[in-house]
């Protein structure tokens, strides 16, 4: 089927999915049976990682049986996000079971499940749960951003010295260093700074006004699809850390209220913190 899927059922097929994979890893939070290392040692994958993405797969296939699935723990199978991207797939959804695993394994009840829906690579459709809240942050392109129903708008503030902004520390030692180079600039510049350990409810916090901006690099397309529409739904600007346009493709990441991000950008330039230096 080459036609966009109506947005409003891929909405309560997404709903649905999370808030399953929301419930399971809330009940095991602190307790997963087998915790392995991916790529080095700060990168962590359970089982409830992958129980959850068979969850939510399998919720999309029932509804959508020819769609296709970009998840965090099965993109191996596929040869990599860049082939899938490049595939050219007409119905695609991108899929993090649980963003902020670190937290999810200690017990800090401060991850969620982030489900978007693109078609021919815009995404349509973004959801993000937080179980431990009972929070579920929605978008449908041109049609706004909500948390269990209610209007998201981001932040007024209009300088960075007013603003809470918020950053990441991902696995690689590389992009470590990277952000603390912006973290080094950023924190005498702005009212304070959160990094709580899950981009998908950064760039949700952004949308829903809580948090003003947030930039991070190395991060993934599952880390970031439904949070950027929801910051673009609710008045916000998302960017590349140089100021292009985002894309799926996107792994270095600036998402604000608009109003403070060329500032944002400007410090980040100057700390050499765009991940691409
Ligand atoms: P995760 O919990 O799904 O792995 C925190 O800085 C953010 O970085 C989280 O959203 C986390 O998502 C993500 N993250 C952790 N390891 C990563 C990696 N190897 N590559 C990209 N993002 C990663
Ligand atoms: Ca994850």
Request: glycine share 10%.
């Given at each position: 089927m080459k036609a966009m899927h109506d947005p409003v059922r891929v909405l309560q097929i997404a709903e649905k999915a999370v808030r399953e994979a929301g419930a399971l890893m809330k009940e095991k939070a602190g307790r997963p049976e087998t915790v392995e290392t991916k790529t080095n040692a700060h990168d962590l994958v359970t089982e409830v990682d992958r129980r959850c993405e068979e969850l939510i797969s399998g919720r999309i296939r029932e509804a959508f049986p020819s769609d296709f699935v970009l998840g965090e723990e099965t993109v191996a199978r596929h040869g990599g996000i860049r082939a899938v991207l490049d595939a050219g797939i007409d119905h695609l959804w991108i899929a993090d079971p649980i963003d902020g695993t670190t937290n999810f394994v200690a017990g800090i009840p401060f991850f969620c499940a982030s489900l978007a829906y693109a078609y021919r690579g815009t995404i349509q459709v973004g959801v993000i749960y937080h179980p431990h809240l009972d929070e579920l942050f929605t978008a449908v392109r041109n049609r706004g951003a909500f948390v269990n129903g209610q209007k998201l708008a981001v932040a007024r503030t209009a300088s960075l010295r007013d603003s809470i902004l918020a950053t990441g520390f991902p696995s690689g030692e590389f992009h470590r260093a990277v952000n603390a180079r912006g973290l080094g600039q950023l924190i005498p510049k702005c009212r304070n700074i959160r990094t709580m350990g899950s981009a998908a409810l950064h760039l949700a916090y952004v949308a829903a006004g809580r948090i003003t901006g947030f930039w991070e690099n190395n991060l993934n397309p599952w880390d970031l699809a439904a949070g950027a529409l929801l910051v673009s739904e609710a008045g916000g600007r998302v960017t590349d850390t140089q100021g292009g346009p985002y894309t799926l493709?996107?792994?270095?990441v600036a998402a604000t209220n608009g109003l403070i991000h060329e500032e944002l950008l400007r410090h980040l330039r100057e700390a050499s913190a765009t991940g691409l230096e």
């Amino acid at each position: 089927m080459k036609a966009m899927h109506d947005p409003v059922r891929v909405l309560q097929i997404a709903e649905k999915a999370v808030r399953e994979a929301g419930a399971l890893m809330k009940e095991k939070a602190g307790r997963p049976e087998t915790v392995e290392t991916k790529t080095n040692a700060h990168d962590l994958v359970t089982e409830v990682d992958r129980r959850c993405e068979e969850l939510i797969s399998g919720r999309i296939r029932e509804a959508f049986p020819s769609d296709f699935v970009l998840g965090e723990e099965t993109v191996a199978r596929h040869g990599g996000i860049r082939a899938v991207l490049d595939a050219g797939i007409d119905h695609l959804w991108i899929a993090d079971p649980i963003d902020g695993t670190t937290n999810f394994v200690a017990g800090i009840p401060f991850f969620c499940a982030s489900l978007a829906y693109a078609y021919r690579g815009t995404i349509q459709v973004g959801v993000i749960y937080h179980p431990h809240l009972d929070e579920l942050f929605t978008a449908v392109r041109n049609r706004g951003a909500f948390v269990n129903g209610q209007k998201l708008a981001v932040a007024r503030t209009a300088s960075l010295r007013d603003s809470i902004l918020a950053t990441g520390f991902p696995s690689g030692e590389f992009h470590r260093a990277v952000n603390a180079r912006g973290l080094g600039q950023l924190i005498p510049k702005c009212r304070n700074i959160r990094t709580m350990g899950s981009a998908a409810l950064h760039l949700a916090y952004v949308a829903a006004g809580r948090i003003t901006g947030f930039w991070e690099n190395n991060l993934n397309p599952w880390d970031l699809a439904a949070g950027a529409l929801l910051v673009s739904e609710a008045g916000g600007r998302v960017t590349d850390t140089q100021g292009g346009p985002y894309t799926l493709a996107v792994s270095h990441v600036a998402a604000t209220n608009g109003l403070i991000h060329e500032e944002l950008l400007r410090h980040l330039r100057e700390a050499s913190a765009t991940g691409l230096e």
